[in-house]
């Protein structure tokens, strides 16, 4: 029998928040983790598989996939693109939200700044929230790996309806939460709370603002009082708390108008803006070269080659992500995104792994390995503490020493 664990994942905890968090920042292990390239997406497939992006395939939540486009019914109307506008962009997935079923964090998002015309191309990366079987075609996560198993886990933070988050963890009624749930009255395996509070005010109000403070603040106590409960029940409970990455001041630019002061009209080919990458697919060579060329020329970032991307793993085997994928250096972001204008952003993530400010961090009560842990270690830690066997051949290992 293998002790329980509490394991809290706090969603944009950057290493120098620990400041505002005395439980956390004293425990045996504090540890920086390698964050990925890209967004939270993708830092939840590493987490969760033991596999780098190139491995688990999520890198995005938009990708090309015209044939299984939630958008894809839309095709016989794309005559209409004469009067492309927002409206009738948001009341197309509005309405596509209602019949494509999917249970996945960011479901099907409204496509703000992006061509009517292109929208049947437009696919979403994943359909189902990550504790749920079967997330990834790729490969099995912690929560496939505990099922098969039959370890029994469960999850505070999450719902769809009701208390979220820090609102959860405060208001989770410590001990009788975890007496009701597991078999026979016995605390699941592993209790897994999440909270994406840090990144929400972060992204609002920058990292140092009293806001986030607050918010740190208010998690740290949450943790130390469900943790302590744990421990009531169970002395031998280990705790293990991380996150995907960090947060950097930004100041937005628009990327329409940027790239057309320098010759290139995003409007033209296939193209997709998230907060700082700019991802578009053009068929013919020389214009994309030509393309590329133009974008480093501006001096705000860098078109990611494959050496680049490699480097990263996020090279994928295929252009379901683009062909040409220009990454925003900090400290900008973009304004127009197929997300919406981001309005009130000064805060963001997405930026170089090799940044300290993009390290997450990693906490527990357990003695770790002297290595720099990534993301990837994340799920072979947890199968440790909870007595699985993982495979050979995983990016990430266990950290503890
Ligand atoms: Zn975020």
Request: charged fraction near 25%.
């Amino acid at each position: 029998m293998t002790a329980p664990v509490l394991a809290v994942f706090l969603d944009g905890l950057g290493y120098d928040g620990l400041a505002d968090m005395p439980f956390l920042a004293g425990q045996s292990t504090v540890r920086r983790i390698r964050t990925e390239l890209g967004y939270s997406i993708t830092c939840h497939a590493s987490m969760y598989t033991g596999l780098r992006p190139d491995r688990h395939g999520l890198w995005f939540v938009w990708q090309r996939d015209a044939g299984r486009s939630p958008f894809r019914w839309l095709r016989p109307f794309r005559w209409l693109d004469p009067v492309d506008n927002l409206p009738m962009r948001l009341a197309a997935t509005k309405i596509t939200r209602r019949f494509v079923r999917t249970t996945s964090w960011f479901g099907i998002p409204y496509v703000v700044n992006f061509p009517w015309r292109d929208m049947p191309q437009l696919d979403v990366s994943e359909r189902r929230l990550w504790p749920e079987p079967h997330y990834l075609a790729t490969a099995p996560t912690i929560f496939d790996r505990m099922r098969a198993a039959g370890l029994e886990f469960e999850i505070v933070g999450m719902e769809r309806r009701g208390p979220r988050g820090l609102a959860a963890f405060e208001e989770a009624p410590t001990e009788a939460t975890a007496a009701g749930a597991g078999v026979g009255g016995n605390p699941p395996a592993l209790r897994y709370l999440f909270a994406g509070d840090i990144d929400h005010v972060s992204h609002a109000h920058r990292r140092h603002s009293d806001e986030a403070r607050d918010v740190r603040r208010r998690i740290d106590a949450a943790i130390e009082r469900q943790f302590a409960a744990a421990r009531r029940r169970d002395p031998s409970t280990e705790l293990v708390v991380w996150s995907d990455h960090g947060h950097h001041d930004v100041e937005r630019v628009d990327p329409f108008e940027t790239f057309a002061a320098h010759g290139v009209d995003l409007r033209r080919q296939l193209t997709v803006v998230d907060t700082n990458f700019v991802r578009m697919w053009i068929p013919d060579e020389r214009r994309r070269r030509e393309v590329a060329a133009r974008l480093d020329a501006v001096g705000i970032g860098r078109v990611m080659d494959e050496p680049a991307l490699a480097g990263y793993r996020c090279a994928m085997p295929d252009d379901r992500y683009g062909n040409l994928i220009f990454y925003l250096d900090r400290p900008r972001a973009f304004s127009r995104t197929i997300w919406g204008f981001a309005r009130g952003l000064v805060s963001a993530h997405g930026y170089l792994p090799d940044y300290p400010e993009s390290d997450g961090v990693f906490i527990s009560t357990r003695g770790v390995e002297d290595r720099q842990l990534q993301l990837a270690d994340v799920a072979p830690s947890l199968a440790g503490l909870l007595g699985l066997s993982m495979p050979a051949g995983l990016d990430g290992a266990a950290a503890w020493d």
